[in-house]
Each structure stands twice: as C-alpha cells, then as structure tokens.
T-cell receptor, first 111, second 111 residues
Framework: NAGVTQTPKFQVLKTGQSMTLQCAQDMNHEYMSWYRQDPGMGLRLIHYSVGAGITDQGEVPNGYNVSRSTTEDFPLRLLSAAPSQTSVYFC??????????FGSGTRLTVV | RKEVEQDPGPFNVPEGATVAFNCTYSNSASQSFFWYRQDCRKEPKLLMSVYSSGNEDGRFTAQLNRASQYISLLIRDSKLSDSATYLCVVNGMDSSYKLIFGSGTRLLVRP
C-alpha cells in the first residue's frame, strides 16, 4: 500500500497563477482533508470530504477549491495564487473515528 | 477558548529523562483521542490512540481524564530520537471524522 500520495513535493508559482495539488489514497478511506501549515504554526483545515461527491469548507477555505469525484482522489485547486498561500500543504485520509494518515506534503512558494 | 490547548514548550530534557505533556480539550462529547508526532518539515504521524482506560506502547503512556477533559502523554527513558513536536488530537464537535489538532508541544532531548 502506498498510503496517501501527494504530488508535487515542491512547487514555485507566480502570483496569479493557478495550479492543482494532487492527493490520492489507496486505503479506501471515506474521509479526506487538506491542511496548510505555516512555519512554526499548527495545522489549519482548508477543505474536507466525507465521501465521493461530498465536500465542505474548513477554517481557511478562501482561495481554494476541491472536488471528490472518486473515493481515491481529492485534488486541491489554487484559483489565483497569492504570496499568503506560501505554505506546506498536507492531505490526510481516514476511516470514520480513526486517526488520519497524512501524505508527505507539498511545499508551495508563491512569488 | 481553543478546542484543543497544549503548552508549546519547548521541553528541554536530558537523555534518559521522563517527560510528560498535557492537553485540554473543550468538547465534552469528544470520543476519539490521539497523540501524533511531527518531525521538522515532515508530515504528522500517528504515535498512539488514547483509550479511556489509559494505554501504553513501549516507553509511551497515554492517559485520558474525561471529567477534567484532559489528555496526557508520558515518555520514559527519553532518546535523542524522541526530539519532535507532539500534537494532541481530538475529534471535533460537529463530526466524528473531523479531528482537531493542537498546536503541538516541542520536545528537545539533549545528550
């Protein structure tokens, strides 16, 4: 099992560009979520999904879109990148009531 | 009040020491409790779940006090490799899927 796979690992964007961060899991988990973590800070929830076709906003959703067309995939789209979106992005998945398995993260810099 | 509160530390201890971290949570209906470990610039990894009766995994012991809404993690015989940030995690008010992460307690184990 690969677990949770995130791509790319590193990305540099120019202000105003859009891009999609990919997240895939092979554990048949219902729940998937995206977090961002700024230097020296805790995890902040961006968006989450409790199953295919169902998504909802977390605490910092502005500037991001998600979709969940399959159980396995949960891409995060940055609509128009801003320097404030420079961060490390983690995708996580779980069964209900279970602990999360995290991907290894995407380090994004917006210049 | 934050949903999950932790002392940020750092706790600076010599090898072989015993160290304890505490965490308080605000949702009295929470049912799922975990400790995660996060190394610098890496993804959080599940250290252990926390059960009502308390549980132990090698040098690590977790306790839950529902009456006081308090979770603890005890590390015995600290190793240099235990240096990391320890995250207290509790399921959120509105969902058994959504986990709320504390900001973490940093541990430094010195030779």
């Amino acid at each position: 099992n690969a677990g949770v796979t995130q791509t790319p690992k590193f990305q540099v964007l120019k202000t105003g560009q859009s891009m999609t961060l990919q997240c895939a899991q092979d554990m048949n988990h219902e729940y998937m979520s995206w977090y961002r973590q700024d230097p020296g800070m805790g995890l902040r929830l961006i968006h989450y999904s409790v199953g295919a076709g169902i998504t909802d906003q977390g605490e910092v959703p502005n500037g991001y879109n998600v979709s969940r067309s399959t159980t396995e995939d949960f891409p995060l789209r940055l609509l128009s990148a801003a320097p404030s979106q420079t961060s490390v992005y983690f995708c996580a998945s779980s069964f209900v009531g279970g602990g999360y398995t995290f991907g290894s993260g995407t380090r994004l810099t917006v210049v | 009040r934050k949903e999950v509160e932790q002392d940020p530390g750092p706790f600076n201890v010599p090898e072989g020491a015993t160290v304890a971290f505490n965490c308080t949570y605000s949702n009295s209906a929470s049912q799922s409790f975990f400790w995660y470990r996060q190394d610098c610039r890496k993804e959080p990894k599940l250290l252990m779940s926390v059960y009502s009766s308390g549980n132990e995994d090698g040098r690590f012991t977790a306790q839950l006090n529902r009456a006081s809404q308090y979770i603890s993690l005890l590390i015995r015989d600290s190793k240099l490799s235990d240096s990391a940030t320890y995250l207290c995690v509790v399921n959120g008010m509105d969902s058994s899927y959504k986990l709320i992460f504390g900001s973490g307690t940093r541990l430094l184990v010195r030779p």
